[in-house]
Antibody
């Protein structure tokens, strides 16, 4: 079955850029939306954005000015860049596939998550 | 933006109890509502999609109901492995997705 694995630095300095990659295995990267979702420690889930295999993107308006997503279908990877980070961006970052059926969507599966800490 | 409000924020229950968690949307979202279970240190796992459809492999003690603005997740007989945090998620206002704040189910 499809599995997702996040990778990237676990520590980023304030004002710098957070960069993460999600690798898809066990299935196709085509014909799906691929998402980033984050969760600060002890808090709820926040959708960051999504990218289609074609490269089309949608972002959470609250983060849109700082977020860029990209996809490399040949490597079966998609990536997240978040600029000008602050301590408020410290969170576990998950990647997830979006499934669409009859007009509704849900996230399945998810990667295991990777903790990114913003600190000098 | 559509806001999702779960209640209660936490609850204590015993093995075998019937547990109900509520999720309310700030406007009608038809049946575009999903439920997830998250255990500590793990990623969320899909339980219910489209308000009432059970994801493959999820035990039948889990059920979902509702439409419009009010939804419920019911665990008919709580098992030890069900102690976790549960989140609802609306997908009505695509591409934006929003989650409820979570309901933590703890052992009494």
């Amino acid at each position: 079955q499809v599995q997702l694995q996040e990778s990237g630095p676990g520590l980023v300095k304030p004002s710098e850029t957070l960069s993460l990659t999600c690798t898809v295995s066990g299935g196709s990267i085509n014909s799906y939306y691929w998402n980033w979702i984050r969760q600060p420690a002890g808090k709820g889930l926040e959708w960051i954005g999504r990218i289609y295999a074609s490269g089309s993107t949608n972002y959470n308006p609250s983060l849109e000015s700082r977020v860029t997503m990209s996809v490399d279908t040949s490597k079966k990877q998609f990536s997240l860049k978040l600029t000008s980070v602050t301590a408020a961006d410290t969170a576990v970052y998950f990647c997830a596939r979006m499934i669409s059926l009859a007009g509704t969507v849900w996230f399945d599966p998810w990667g295991q998550g990777t903790l990114v800490t913003v600190s000098s | 933006d559509i806001q999702m409000t779960q209640s209660p924020s936490s609850l204590s229950a015993s093995v075998g109890d019937r547990v109900t968690i509520t999720c309310r949307a700030s406007q009608s979202i038809s049946s575009y509502l999903n439920w997830y279970q998250q255990k500590p240190g793990k990623a969320p796992k899909l339980l219910i999609y489209s308000a009432s459809s059970l994801q493959s492999g999820v035990p039948s003690r889990f059920s979902g109901s509702g439409s419009g603005t009010d939804f419920t997740l019911t665990i008919s007989s709580l098992q030890p492995e069900d102690f976790a945090t549960y989140y609802c998620q609306q997908s009505y206002s695509l591409p934006m997705n929003t989650f409820g704040q979570g309901t933590k189910v703890e052992i009494k």
